[in-house]
């Protein structure tokens, strides 16, 4: 076992090595083989986890870092199984997106070889019990996938995406490096059992947040998001898949594993952690609904899905806290449910998006339309992901919302009227999130694939390659086996939820897995209504074989003469929805609007875009101060070479009088 968790890194280390000497037209090949590799040694460990053999033994890091443990327990075997199929599947779509760059071999050769680290460095943040060694692999990978962003680095605004990820993920290390250093200073060593320690004889909600905000930051939790909407439009589509799939998730693990190790506070983390999650996902869905770049629709989208996760963990405390087991589980198993369900149907959104990107190149859906036609397949997937996100049935998106939706049912007949309020509120922004999903997919979708071409492209469009479809029917293919075979899934969760909190462990409800008897039903009776509507169309085609088909213009209002102008757009299908929520959805627009007395009015122009507000009210006013203050010490930095040597000699004088003085020894 633990020669298996060392060949992870040396298979990914030999692997770069190979992807630096081969040529540009095979480093791709050799990506999918090592990270196959790689995630076949973890992977088989994993499934050890699973099954009850949990993988743990002392690696030795130095004087530093004594006693690094690393472990592979159910948590960890459940994120670790995630991150590798949506690797493989995004490495495999790489190769066929970036096709076109193989000439480019010293640009192909450094991304790939970061996206071999950027999966080593995700599995290895989900085995270190040591925060010293955790802060190193964490660091790693927001680095690794920083370079990934950056990848078309002749675009001002992807670098300026990638550097404002940067530096959100290195204040998300600060948070973090406070916390661990907090429970140094308390019992004096960097291993994750110091959490049992510290959290048994001290507060827990303090550090708690302080942790939540150090992950929340990798999450996307409001008002810590503002790195999503700019990286993933930034990133080549099968890194934005990897990203919104497993790395924001992985900030959902370290929150998770922090309250593995929680003894009191429950009640008010979990209200805490419940009010900021349904925020984020109103938030992320209200924007998501707004935007017409596809790619920031998606990074919102995935804002609204960290919410509905965060919604499940915030449960789960609260049947901590009251002692009641299917409270418990339906919280936790259907935050881990939809981490899994989330990473499947957002990848797959992602991979069809960049299908869509490398062949119209604009992410602007107000210039396209008619895809269906041109590429049928990419239109497919895309209405399953899209179906999926939106929580219907028979998709496995349905599945976990069911049972988040269950656990917030049972959560309104506890005894604490206040705990009520909290459940029933959360109830009501659950359904308008899931309402303004289907809302912003039912956009998406029809203005990108149906109807006529918006605007002239200049290049022919068609289906892309094989290399990129086949992935997608393989996240296709699991997302079906959770939808119609459920039993197997909770089974696993069930598993990881008995030994889920060590120090108040909780037996298994005898009604949890009856819920997944009950959503195969659900599923299989979804599909029967499908199958019956299909069926019901081939009759209606073999009727009509061979017989004369008229087609002829319907009324149309009086307007005989359509064009492409005429239909409905991305802007105008959400448009009573911005004025609606104009208070949090920021419009600038440039269009004076027309006057009662305008009967002839001339030609205008009208420009809009959508900020973010708390990018705008946080983010800008502090960064524009900063600015303000910083440029009163322009001086300093003059361009005078006899400047800089004077200021090398008054800091030379300066440790002389110190030393002198014993200021400093």
């Known amino acids: 076992m633990v020669e298996l968790i060392h060949s992870s890194w040396i298979i990914a280390l030999l692997g770069a090595l190979v992807i630096y000497a081969v040529p540009a037209s095979q480093k791709a090949y050799v990506a999918i083989i090592t990270i196959m590799l790689s995630a076949l040694a973890t992977s088989w460990l994993a499934v050890s986890a699973l099954t009850g053999n949990a993988v743990s033994f002392i690696f030795w890091g130095g004087e530093l870092m004594r006693d690094v443990r690393v472990s592979i327990d159910a948590l960890s075997a459940w994120f670790i199984l995630i991150i590798n199929f949506t690797v493989i599947t995004g490495v495999i779509y790489g190769s066929g997106y970036l096709r076109v760059y193989n000439e480019t071999s010293r640009k192909l050769t450094f991304h790939w070889i970061l996206f071999v680290l950027f999966h080593l460095s995700m599995v290895w943040v989900c085995m270190l019990q040591n925060s010293m060694a955790f802060l190193i692999a964490w660091e790693l990978m927001s680095l690794s996938s920083m370079f990934l962003v950056i990848f078309d680095s002749n675009n001002p605004q992807t670098l300026k995406a990638g550097i404002n990820y940067l530096v959100q993920m290195h204040i998300s290390v600060i948070f973090l490096t406070i916390g661990f250093i907090w429970v140094y200073f308390q019992t004096g060593t960097f291993s994750f059992d110091a959490f049992t320690a510290y959290f048994g004889t001290h507060s827990n909600f303090w550090l708690f947040v302080v942790f939540f905000v150090g992950f929340g930051l990798k999450a996307g939790f409001i008002p810590l998001h503002s790195w999503l909407p700019h990286a993933h439009p930034a990133a080549p589509s099968h890194v934005s898949g990897v990203m919104s799939g497993v790395i924001v998730k992985l900030g959902i693990y370290g929150i998770l594993r922090v309250i593995t190790y929680l003894t009191t506070d429950y009640i008010l983390i979990a209200e805490v952690i419940i009010t900021v999650s349904v925020l984020t996902g109103l938030y992320g869905i209200l924007n998501a609904a707004m935007h017409r770049d596809f790619k920031k629709m998606l990074a919102y989208c995935t804002i609204e899905n960290i919410g509905i996760i965060g919604i499940g963990m915030g449960i789960g405390l609260m049947g901590l806290a009251n002692k009641m087991p299917l409270l418990y589980y339906l919280g936790f198993g259907g935050a881990l449910l939809h981490v899994l369900n989330h990473s499947l149907f957002k990848s797959l959104l992602f991979f069809s ?10 992410r602007d859906m107000e210039k396209l339309g008619g895809l269906l036609k041109l590429m049928p397949r990419t239109a497919f997937t895309f209405l399953i992901g899209a179906v999926a996100i939106g929580g219907m049935p028979p998709f496995n998106g349905f599945i976990s919302e069911f049972l988040i939706y269950n656990g917030l049912m049972q959560g309104i007949q506890l005894d604490n009227i206040s705990q009520i309020i909290l459940f029933a509120l959360t109830f009501a922004g659950l359904s ?54 459920p039993q197997f899934f909770f089974a696993v969760i069930a598993k990881i939820m008995v030994h889920f909190s060590p120090l108040n462990p909780m037996p298994e409800p005898l009604g949890f897995l009856a819920y997944s008897q009950l959503l195969q039903q659900i599923s ?8 019956l509507a299909l069926v019901v169309w081939g009759l209606r085609a073999w009727v009509t074989r061979g017989k004369m088909v008229s087609i002829a213009a319907t009324w149309g209002c009086g307007y005989t003469a359509g064009n492409a102008q005429q239909q409905y757009t991305g802007k105008s299908f959400s448009k009573s929805l911005s004025k609606m929520f104009n208070f949090i959805v920021l419009e600038r627009k440039e269009y004076k609007e027309l006057g009662a007395g305008d009967i002839f009015p001339t030609p205008k122009r009208y420009v809009s875009h959508y900020h973010d507000f708390f990018e705008d009210i946080l983010i800008h006013k502090f960064t524009n101060q900063l600015l303000y203050a910083v440029n009163y010490f322009k001086f300093i930095q003059n361009g005078r070479v006899q400047s800089y040597v004077l200021y090398g000699i008054i800091f030379i004088m300066a440790i002389f009088l110190l030393t002198i003085f014993n200021v400093m020894l």
Do not use: D
Request: charged share 5%.
């Open 353 to 362: 998006a960049g299908s869509v990107y490398q062949q119209t190149h604009t």
């Open 432 to 485: 308008v999130i899931g309402g303004l999903s289907i809302i912003t997919f039912t956009k998406s979708f029809g203005v990108i694939f149906l109807g006529s071409p918006r605007q002239h492209l200049h290049h022919e469009v068609h289906e892309v390659s094989a290399w990129m479809l086949v992935p997608q029917y393989f996240i296709i293919a699991l997302m079906m086996a959770v939808a119609f075979f």
């Open 524 to 531: 299989l009776y979804s599909l029967l209504i499908i199958v």
